[in-house]
């Protein structure tokens, strides 16, 4: 139980970061405080396939992206007030709305859990043989679209940087670094 | 390391929260960048209630069981794609606007 709240503790404090922070390289890395805390809770919850996969994917590969992305366009820390001055109460209001109702409606269905050496059974530790049987027993259509799903997203990125080169030039986006080299 | 202590429903009111802040991220933050995280948030919020769920369902074998942790990592497949593809627009966008605040991306509307 200490476990639980000391990890639900550093995830909202995270989550706060993300949302507060001016910054955009702080609030990327509160995310990743956040995600490291979601795998360590996932371990918790006797997942360990996903809580390497959390690790390797998310705290790893997306979030790397996404700090590529922040410095490569060296976003500025603006901010600034949003144009519409009601609508930063107003969504804090729905956000305490939604998440209050969400709890409350799963502590009013609250169910017993399983015994211990049930879950276990059951879960089998989230291990990668575990979850592969299901995977591509009853989910082997969902895994052929997130396949299709991926080449798309591939062909999208290639075709978006490859437009953006051909408007400039590709002579001019290629050669770039050259000239710089030679000019300092 | 296996905690079986904690009910389900604290999980679920957990992610709720986080959820609730992601989706305050979305509608406050300026910076196309900054609503991306918090949209990354908001998935990891649902993706916590999934694992619970797993574990709450184990009483109904192990297919039914393991299906929440399946749906997490289809979903996180999804968020791998949705990151690249939509980092690749901003930054397309960046290079034509020479700024991300989303304020000012109404000409991207159809």
């Known amino acids: 139980m200490l476990t639980f709240f000391l990890l639900a503790a550093v995830m909202v404090l995270g989550a706060l970061g993300v949302i507060t922070l001016r910054q955009p390289v702080h609030a990327a890395l509160a995310l990743v405080g956040t995600l490291l805390t979601l795998a360590v809770t996932y371990v918790t919850l006797q997942a360990h396939f996903l809580a390497a996969i959390q690790v390797i994917v998310y705290a790893g590969a997306i979030m790397v992206l996404f700090l590529f992305v922040i410095m490569l366009l060296n976003v500025e820390g603006d901010e600034g007030t949003v144009r519409l001055a009601w609508v930063r109460p107003a969504a804090y209001l729905t956000g305490v709305v939604a998440a209050a109702g969400v709890a409350l409606t799963a502590f009013l269905d609250a169910r017993q859990l399983p015994d211990a050496q049930v879950i276990?059974?059951?879960?089998?530790?989230?291990?990668?043989?575990?979850?592969?049987?299901?995977?591509?027993?009853?989910?082997?259509?969902?895994?052929?679209?997130?396949?299709?799903?991926?080449?798309?997203?591939?062909?999208?990125?290639?075709?978006?940087?490859?437009?953006?080169?051909?408007?400039?030039?590709?002579?001019?986006?290629?050669?770039?670094?050259?000239?710089?080299?030679?000019?300092? | 390391?296996?905690?079986?202590?904690?009910?389900?429903?604290?999980?679920?009111?957990?992610?709720?929260?986080?959820?609730?802040?992601?989706?305050?991220?979305?509608?406050?933050?300026?910076?196309?960048?900054?609503?991306?995280?918090?949209?990354?948030?908001?998935?990891?919020?649902?993706?916590?209630?999934?694992?619970?769920?797993?574990?709450?369902?184990?009483?109904?074998?192990?297919?039914?069981?393991?299906?929440?942790?399946?749906?997490?990592?289809?979903?996180?497949?999804?968020?791998?794609?949705?990151?690249?593809?939509?980092l690749g627009i901003l930054v397309a966008i960046f290079r034509y606007r020479h700024s991300t605040d989303v304020d000012n991306l109404s000409g991207v509307r159809l």
């Open chain 2, 1 to 86: 390391m296996f905690d079986a202590s904690v009910p389900t429903e604290y999980y679920v009111a957990l992610s709720a929260l986080i959820f609730a802040l992601g989706a305050v991220g979305v509608l406050t933050r300026k910076s196309a960048i900054m609503v991306f995280l918090s949209v990354e948030l908001m998935l990891n919020a649902a993706n916590l209630a999934l694992v619970a769920f797993a574990r709450g369902w184990a009483a109904a074998g192990t297919e039914i069981a393991l299906s929440g942790q399946v749906a997490v990592f289809i979903i996180l497949a999804v968020a791998a794609a949705e990151v690249a593809v939509g």
């Open chain 1, 120 to 184: 276990t059974a059951a879960l089998a530790g989230g291990g990668a043989g575990a979850l592969g049987g299901v995977l591509f027993n009853q989910f082997v259509l969902a895994f052929q679209l997130v396949g299709v799903l991926l080449l798309t997203g591939i062909v999208g990125a290639v075709s978006l940087v490859e437009r953006s080169a051909r408007e400039k030039g590709d002579e001019e986006v290629f050669g770039e670094p050259e000239r710089e080299l030679t000019r300092v």
